[in-house]
């Protein structure tokens, strides 16, 4: 069967010698890479020299030997160049997921000592998704924090048991090394970068041309636990699976659950076990659990402001669900993972 070709012929704007020179920046793919990796991080920039008042960005599409890239999906870029024709001076490099054949190509290959010799003249070096992998094998992210899909995580933690990783995380700034979650988490980063090089505005205007969140709210467990609850089961507990996954707070008892979908409790508890895996009580506290962090990521609310919208009755019951599924305190959870630009993160590793 043939495979269906899509070439990206990338053109550049002369350089206007009034400004400063763009930034390069090199996004790297090979055989296998997830498209997405790829030319979400690219829409991202090409939006932002839309919206910049000057070209802030210089694209460029790089393999290991440069030539066409053949993606997971079967789309091709086009016209790639090699790693070892990229230019002495990068702005950031950028390593996309794929499919494991490419990636183990990729951490048995050149690249990782390429990524190294790379490491000491390059302001950022960064993942998506699985490519994560990349620069494990590299060594860069040993003792530091990281993150890539939540499928995954414990696969990386395992093949580079010095990393610390985070899998919650949408991504993970730990300068100069960026890693990000599945897939459109790297579009997050990537709208991260934006909002430090160029300023909130800008990004922001790149988050509403491309219907994105300015910040991303929740952890991957709201796409993970939550998702693979829905999903076992039927049709007649996935609105209501749905609905309070949206909204956990106010009651969620047994009696006003099984009330809703028109069954006994008894019959409800039972079905509700049998098709999840867990108890309506477990799941509603998951769900409170998982708003609660989204809340702490993104405010500085007090915590009886976020105990009282996630749905618990008071800060203590808020201490004693986090201290049972996430094993740190709300402040702690905070602390980690509130919300920090990567322009104020740039200004602590300065």
């Known amino acids: 069967m043939a ?192 909002e430090a090089d160029c300023g909130p505005e800008v990004a922001l205007s790149v988050a509403r041309n491309l219907v994105l969140f300015m910040r991303r709210p929740g952890g991957q467990t709201q796409y993970s636990a939550g998702l693979n609850v829905q999903a076992a089961a039927t049709p007649r507990l996935r609105q209501l699976i749905a609905d309070i996954s949206a909204d956990p707070s106010g009651e969620q008892n047994v009696p006003q659950l099984a009330e809703r979908v028109a069954m006994s409790e008894r019959t409800f508890s039972r079905v509700f076990q049998k098709e999840t895996g867990v108890s309506p009580a477990a799941f509603v506290e998951l769900a409170r659990v998982n708003r609660a962090k989204a809340l702490l990521e993104t405010s500085d609310w007090p915590l009886a402001r976020v105990a009282n919208r996630a749905g618990f009755g008071s800060v203590e019951a808020l201490h004693r669900a986090f201290n049972k599924r996430v094993f740190v305190t709300p402040g702690e959870y905070r602390q980690r993972f509130g919300h920090v630009t990567l322009a104020e993160e740039t200004g602590r590793a300065a």
Request: charged residues 15%.
């Open 3 to 194: 495979v269906a070709e899509m070439s990206f012929v990338w053109h550049y704007l002369p350089m206007d010698v009034s400004v400063a020179p763009p930034r390069k920046m090199a996004l790297v793919g090979y055989r296998g890479v997830q498209s997405l990796d790829i030319i979400g991080p690219l829409e991202v920039f090409a939006m932002a020299n839309r919206f910049g008042d000057r070209q802030s960005y210089q694209v460029l599409l790089a393999s290991p030997s440069g030539g066409d890239v053949v993606c997971n999906s079967g789309v091709v870029l086009a016209n790639s160049i090699s790693l070892a024709e990229l230019p002495p001076a990068l702005d950031t490099i950028l390593v996309g997921g794929g499919d494991e054949a490419g990636l183990l190509s990729m951490r048995d290959s050149a690249v990782v000592d390429w990524l190294t010799t790379r490491a000491g003249t390059t302001r950022r070096i960064g993942s998506v998704c699985s490519g994560a992998f990349v620069l494990a094998a590299a060594g860069v992210l040993d003792g530091r924090s990281a993150t890539t899909h939540w499928e995954v995580c414990a696969e990386l933690q395992r093949f580079r048991p010095s990393v610390q990783v985070e899998p919650d995380a949408i991504f993970v700034a730990d300068p100069p090394y960026y890693t990000s979650a599945g897939v459109t988490a790297g579009i997050d980063l990537c709208l991260s970068f934006v």
